[in-house]
């Protein structure tokens, strides 16, 4: 479990990725208006994706030339649970 922990803290650890979870928040998207939304390069933008989907926190799908992302609702619900169990101070609460 902690090795898991470890593995999602690093694919989370990059700003990019997290935004590329936001903007998918939307609906699904390709590689090119991702990277466009993040001024970003494609092939950065295809970099980040491919750790996202083999975390299995994103999702892909062709669509005729097109690669369409999406979330993984569940992975990432999943993914939201581990991190309340890390997180178990209660240090929001505390003045």
Same mark, same amino acid.
């Given at each position: 479990?902690? $090795?898991?922990?470890?593995?999602?803290?690093?694919?989370?650890s990059?700003?990019? +990725?997290?935004?590329?979870?936001?903007?998918? /928040?939307?609906?699904?998207? @390709?590689?090119?208006?991702?990277?466009? $939304?993040?001024?970003?390069?494609?092939?950065?933008?295809s970099?980040?994706? /491919?750790?996202? /989907?083999?975390? /299995?926190?994103? @999702?892909?799908? +062709?669509?005729?030339?097109?690669?369409?992302?999406?979330? @993984?609702?569940?992975?990432?619900?999943?993914?939201?649970?581990?991190?309340? +169990?890390?997180?178990?101070?209660?240090?929001?609460? +505390?003045?």
């Amino acid at each position: 479990m902690q $090795k898991q922990n470890a593995i999602l803290f690093k694919v989370l650890s990059v700003d990019k +990725r997290i935004e590329i979870i936001e903007l998918l /928040k939307d609906g699904p998207q @390709n590689v090119n208006v991702l990277a466009k $939304k993040l001024k970003i390069s494609q092939s950065a933008a295809s970099q980040h994706l /491919k750790v996202l /989907k083999a975390a /299995k926190l994103v @999702n892909d799908e +062709r669509q005729g030339y097109w690669i369409s992302y999406s979330l @993984n609702k569940k992975a990432l619900e999943a993914c939201r649970q581990r991190l309340n +169990r890390v997180c178990t101070c209660g240090c929001l609460g +505390r003045k």
